[in-house]
């Protein structure tokens, strides 16, 4: 009998040290709302702050926090790689996906899962910086959480609104944020076929950077300078990894990095993009194009003729089961490749200044 009841206590132990659920905050099923995620945020912060640095780099339109979390060693590194959640509103599988990731990366540091072995390793010489909710106003519109931005429900109900809230894409100010990065495209972007006002997708703004937040991004951006920028959305399980008019420039240094994010996924693999009116001012554009640093457009979750997300439920099966490797590819892929993404954005540097 004690025999039984020790190796019952031996396997209790065992399960408890391989399982990835101890201390898990993240809820798989439940629609993560704005309040919800910025919780989850101080939550980790507190909790793993030897390794998490917490900042604001700004606020949206109606005030809310742009909250960015560092994770790393006291001292700050010199490289980093930043992965940003929701600059579209109705696509908060992004925001989940990065703080589930979070989360079990910071797990994975303290011995709590073995999700990611070599978590510890890549703070000795790389900076992350979790930015999960680039876009709270669009979010709690998608949501109908009017709760503290009630007094700019009228505007928002007299613009645009293509069937629900809850397909909404844009800012509260009713401007698609991947529409309106100043990459160069701003002119030619939807080539006279998206919205001409405010609207819950498709209209880009008056001119590049419109938005708030957007300006705050490229501040940021601009002064952290990151090795690469992940940028994640749905839907499609693919990425949208170059463009024509960057894509020489980083000598095959975007293709490699990519067929390693494809093979962990086995998302679809997509073409260059071509048209500027298509793929122009998005965040992943602008590093490129304004940086000479690569930029990745990740879309989450398989594709359908609706626009609004799946359900909360089907995260885990339809985003987690394949995506939870992805995050970490870059940090690796970046991590390896760090002397050749600094020579490429120096020498593009360099030439902009002789130009
Ligand atoms: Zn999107």
Known sequence: ??????????????????????????????????????????YLSKKYDNYVFPMQIGYSEFGIP??????????????????????????????????????????????????????????????????????????????????????HRYDVCNMIIKETFAEWKANGKGIDLNDSFDDGNHHVKHGGKGEETPASEDFKGNYPAEPIETQYIQKFVQSLRPLMTISYHTKGDLVYWADAKTHEMFDGLDTEINNKVLEVSGFEEVGVSQNPETYGCGLENYVRAKMGLPGSCVELSKS?????????????????????????????????????????????????SEN
Not at 77 to 102: C, P, Q, T
């Open 1 to 42: 009998m004690i025999k039984s009841l020790f190796f019952a206590f031996i396997l209790l132990n065992v399960f408890c040290l391989f399982s990835q659920d101890i201390s898990y905050v993240i809820e798989d099923d439940e629609k993560y709302k704005c309040s919800m995620i910025l919780e989850d945020l101080d």
């Open 66 to 151: 742009l909250k960015v979390v560092r994770i790393g060693r006291k001292q700050k590194s010199k490289y980093s790689i930043l992965m940003v959640g929701n600059i579209h509103a109705r696509e908060d599988y992004s925001s989940k996906l990065v703080m589930k990731f979070m989360n079990l990366y910071l797990m994975s540091i303290n011995g709590e899962s073995n999700l990611y072995p070599n978590a510890k390793l890549y703070l000795d010489s790389l900076d992350i910086y979790i930015f999960p909710l680039a876009n709270p106003d669009g979010l709690k519109i998608a949501h109908e959480d009017w709760e503290g931005i009630e007094k």
């Open 304 to 352: 359908d003729n609706n626009r609004k997300q799946y359900a909360d439920s089907l995260f885990n099966k339809l985003v987690w089961s394949k995506s939870k490797q992805i995050p970490m590819v870059y940090i690796k892929e970046v991590f390896l490749r760090k002397k050749k993404i600094l020579s490429i954005s120096k020498s593009f540097t360099l030439n902009k």
